[in-house]
């Protein structure tokens, strides 16, 4: 070729080379976002004024007074030990607040904005310069990822929730970075702004009286927070009084307009819920909320109540949100309950109709959805996409998956009861069980089938008796065993039980969290959430599916998927709920009207008067 020709070449090589390079740098270029969602785009602007269901001026003044139920030894929120004191988010901010008045959606808090590339196979966020520590200190990228490390090293939830986070690094002078294992997971990138940041330099400092200190392990010792309040005083165990900084630095922050509004939080610890309750009809406590329909319809009559300084609501606007799944959880390490039959046969001897007619005065629901009060409860038989995806499982799951709805045993009367327990005798007997005389007994050992359920409060023992007279009914020897909250969280934790009561709370956009659940991983690790001790492929292979749906129906359809094998398995023994948020309070305390749609805003958007 002739040099000018060559010449030409490269020329032109050149010129379409810079042509292309506004593009390459296009492609590069970090997007800083204000916020993050999961599901639809956020509502706010990145130049929002406050939220818009605050009452910016909502006075800061008051003290509330609360209660809370057993008793605490630990101020570190970071680990699996001990009981954590109510409220210590007071003391901490997070990256990111979330939203009451969408779903899935976080805004700036110690961020002031976070970038991550179209596969979010990483995010990362930028701190805010005015982020500073109680004492003044700047809040900086290695307390961020000190609080990461500590967290996934000392608690086991945590470690389960964020397993699929890999990483957590200083990128630049303000900046931190979370890796991820894995691609197009949309709920990682908004996740990891929700854990409390803890200071890096207080928790490598000595205390008070030069030990050092140690952020794997329980203290009582008042911690150094970035949040609106701080720990006034204590009495270990019993009482906590929580103070609203004057020097809080996020105070001005958009965020925070029209929250934190009392000057005092203090919460008094009872042993009994009863006496819990005479307290605030006493006046002593501002605030509760009742999770008792036998309580809320016979004992909120009181004089406070009938003439108007006692009010009393029933919300839905947490339920619009959120799922809820409340049952008895038998223990699948223990040997009796390894069979799915006996699981099911325990479900026919509970008769919630009448536990609802007689202690509940009609006020509850009975559950029938690990995601039960939201769309996204499974529904009669599976079709579409879902069907789709339970074919792909058909030879590991119950085949009444495709052929039966979940359905729960209706009582209600005599008939009905006699009924459905001649079907929990049968199962039990499929199962390898007989009766013999009066006691049901394994049919190969004759070893009698008996059983403990655990609590942690005598209060709880009206709603558990009659289901303990039923299965007397069929031999089975089920009693209570009722201890303090110290000894329950350390057989729950340890799985040192038989039966327990579970609660699980169900957001709109599943993901991690049900690793935390129902997953393999979790089955055998101390402290998680997977009480029952669910180790099943299908249930790991649909989790997975939920967590890398890239579209919403996908996501919807694996979790249709997910419920109904849970259920076709008898993993729980489905209770009931009210799908209310029943609270009562005493006049003087005051919150926007309306209130969010998905939350009650309490404490942070209430004042008071």
Same mark, same amino acid.
């Given at each position: ?7 030409t ?21 970090? +997007?800083?976002?204000?916020? +993050? ?44 030990? *001990? ?20 779903i899935?959606?976080?805004? *700036? ?33 290695? %307390? ?25 690094? =200083? ?9 991820? @294992? ?20 207080? $928790?490598?400092? =000595? ?6 200190? %140690? ?18 005083a ?26 934190n ?10 042993? @009994?819920?009863d ?27 009181? @004089?406070?109540?009938?003439d108007?300084?006692? =009010? ?22 223990r ?39 939201? @769309? ?12 789709? +995806? ?9 085949? #009444?998956?495709?052929?039966?709805? $979940? ?27 007989e ?10 050992t ?33 009693s ?30 599943p ?15 101390? *402290? ?5 001790? +669910? ?19 996908d ?8 419920? #109904? ?45």
């Amino acid at each position: 070729m002739p040099l000018a020709h060559l010449r030409t070449g490269f020329l032109m090589l050149a010129t379409a080379f810079a042509a292309l390079q506004p593009m390459a740098v296009l492609a590069q270029e970090q +997007i800083w976002r204000h916020a +993050i969602s999961v599901l639809e785009a956020p509502k706010l602007p990145a130049d929002f004024k406050q939220l818009p269901y605050v009452n910016a001026d909502a006075p800061k003044q008051g003290e509330l007074r609360m209660s809370a139920n057993g008793t605490y030894d630990n101020f570190n929120p970071l680990v699996d030990k *001990g009981n954590p004191a109510v409220s210590l988010g007071l003391l901490y901010d997070t990256l990111l607040s979330a939203s009451e008045d969408e779903i899935g959606v976080s805004y *700036g808090l110690l961020a002031e904005a976070l970038t991550y590339p179209d596969d979010r196979s990483s995010v990362t966020f930028r701190l805010r310069t005015q982020a500073k520590w109680a004492d003044g200190q700047p809040v900086v990228p290695e %307390d961020v990822v000190f609080s990461f490390n500590s967290a996934k090293a000392n608690s086991t939830t945590l470690a389960n929730y964020y397993r699929h986070v890999v990483a957590a690094e =200083k990128t630049g002078e303000r900046e931190v970075t979370f890796r991820f @294992d894995e691609k197009n997971n949309k709920e990682l990138a908004k996740i990891v702004g929700d854990f409390p940041i803890l200071p890096k330099h207080w $928790y490598e400092g =000595k205390d008070a009286q030069g030990n050092a200190r %140690d952020i794997s392990q329980g203290s009582l010792e008042p911690p150094l927070g970035s949040g609106p309040y701080k720990i006034g005083a204590f009495q270990a165990g019993s009482t906590i009084r929580y103070e609203l900084r004057d020097d809080y630095w996020g105070k001005d922050l958009p965020i925070n307009i029209g929250q934190n509004n009392f000057k005092v939080i203090s919460y008094t610890y009872f042993t @009994d819920y009863d006496v819990e309750l005479e307290a605030f009809r006493a006046g002593q406590v501002d605030y509760r909320q009742e999770v008792s329909a036998s309580r809320w319809a016979t004992r909120y009559d009181f @004089d406070a109540v009938k003439d108007g300084r006692v =009010k009393r609501e029933a919300l839905r606007n947490e339920f619009r949100a959120r799922g809820v799944m409340q049952a008895y959880v038998p223990n699948l390490r223990r040997d009796t309950f390894k069979d799915a039959r006996v699981r099911e046969a325990l479900n026919y001897a509970y008769d919630f109709e009448d536990l609802n007619k007689n202690l509940a005065f009609g006020g509850l629901n009975r559950v029938d959805s690990f995601f039960w009060g939201t @769309d996204l409860a499974a529904k009669g038989l599976p079709e579409g996409r879902e069907l789709e +995806i339970l074919n792909g499982l058909k030879d590991k799951i119950p085949a #009444r998956v495709f052929t039966e709805p $979940y359905v729960n045993p209706v009582n209600g009367d005599p008939q009905k009861v006699r009924d459905n327990l001649r079907k929990a005798i049968a199962l039990l007997k499929e199962a390898g069980w007989e009766l013999k005389g009066n006691r049901m007994v394994n049919a190969k050992t004759g070893q009698p089938m008996s059983f403990e359920i655990l609590l942690n409060s005598p209060s709880m023992e009206r709603t558990v008796l009659p289901y303990v007279a039923s299965l007397k009914k069929i031999g089975i020897d089920a009693s209570i065993r009722t201890v303090d909250s110290s000894q329950y969280v350390n057989r729950v934790r340890s799985f040192d039980f038989d039966i327990v009561f579970g609660v699980w709370a169900q957001t709109m956009n599943p993901g991690s969290d049900q690793l935390v659940y129902w997953g393999s991983a979790a089955a055998n690790q101390p *402290g998680s959430r997977n009480l029952a001790g +669910i180790a099943d492929p299908a249930v790991d292979g649909l989790i997975r599916l939920i967590i890398s749906a890239q579209t919403r129906e996908d996501q919807v359809a694996a979790v249709h998927a997910l419920d #109904r094998v849970l259920l076709a398995n008898h993993f729980v023994i489905p209770m009931f709920y009210s799908g209310e948020t029943r609270i009562a309070y005493w006049a003087k305390l005051a919150h926007p009207d309306p209130l969010p749609e998905y939350g009650i805003g309490f404490p942070n958007l209430w004042w008071a008067k």
